[in-house]
């Protein structure tokens, strides 16, 4: 029975994979979070991989708080370096097991005009970054990983952007924006059939493993006050939605002003068809059932 372990089950990406796994008939889903596997603990990780001998990892789990990283170094580190070591040294033990990897576009200084491709030079600007950044060189270090950098993710489950400006739409009048960092939105509904359509390409041999960095985030690109915008417009929310400067909101983490990925590689290694973040962002609100 080929399996698929999936790290960091409870995110925005593991639930996303939980609810769509019956694409990918054949194997076998495990899904754990942090209660079931502390992937920080080395000796945790080795029992737990050398028992269920997954064919593939997916490994969503990260420490995601931007922000409080800057000052959780070492825990944010934990989580997103040294783990990711740790399952490295277990699947040297398994001879065969694929990763594929979640990284993130904070490994760029968002200097770019253009969007960066998976060969530009990678340089964090924050602690999450340069964690991130550090797990991605450990998880390079063994020839069966696939890394996927995304960016800008939202969905049904937990605390994302397009949710907060929903809220916000119901407490406040007028909400500003920031105007000066550019990107994409991505849904993780689309990231999670992207992932899932790879994983059955190599559990099934159907096109040749090809490892090392890929970049996933939905088609186009926008402001995060363009991002408001759109939500308020298909939501048509009744709030004023003004644009602002990133100084205006000083953060403890700076964020890049620029952090577009080439979706180039991903597409033209593994076929995979990527609709525009406007596409999604629209689906996904008019599917989205109201919190109770």
Request: glycine share 6%; proline share 5%.
């Amino acid at each position: 029975m080929k399996r698929i372990l999936v790290t960091g089950a409870k995110g925005q990406l593991g639930m996303e994979i939980r609810a769509q796994q019956e694409k990918l008939k054949g194997p076998e889903f495990c899904f754990m979070d942090i209660e079931e596997l502390d992937i920080t603990n080395k000796d945790e990780v080795e029992r737990t991989i050398g028992r269920i001998k997954p064919s593939i990892i997916i490994n969503c789990a990260a420490y995601t708080a931007v922000d409080r990283a800057e000052e959780d170094i070492e825990y944010a580190w934990a989580v997103n370096a040294t783990a990711v070591k740790n399952i490295i040294d277990a699947a040297i033990l398994s001879p065969g097991m694929k990763l594929i990897h979640i990284s993130t576009d904070f490994v760029f200084d968002g200097e770019n005009k253009i969007p960066y491709d998976e060969d530009a030079n990678a340089l964090p600007q924050s602690v999450y970054g340069r964690s991130k950044l550090k797990g991605e060189e450990y998880a390079l270090s063994y020839p069966g990983t696939i890394i996927i950098r995304t960016s800008w993710l939202y969905s049904e489950y937990g605390g994302n952007f397009v949710k907060t400006i929903l809220r916000l739409a119901g407490e406040k009048d007028e909400i500003k924006v920031v105007n000066d960092q550019t990107g994409t939105p991505t849904w993780a509904a689309d990231l999670a059939a992207a992932v899932l359509y790879i994983s059955r390409q190599i559990i099934f041999k159907e096109k040749k493993f090809l490892p090392g960095i890929y970049h996933y985030s939905n088609e186009g690109r926008c402001s995060w006050y363009d991002f408001a915008c759109e939500i308020k417009r298909i939501k048509n929310l009744d709030i004023e939605i003004k644009p602002a400067s990133t100084t205006e909101y000083p953060l403890p983490a700076k964020r890049p002003s620029f952090s577009v990925l080439s979706l180039e590689k991903i597409k033209n290694t593994y076929d995979v068809e990527i609709p525009s973040w406007q596409e999604s962002l629209e689906k996904f609100l008019n599917s989205l059932k109201p919190e109770k």
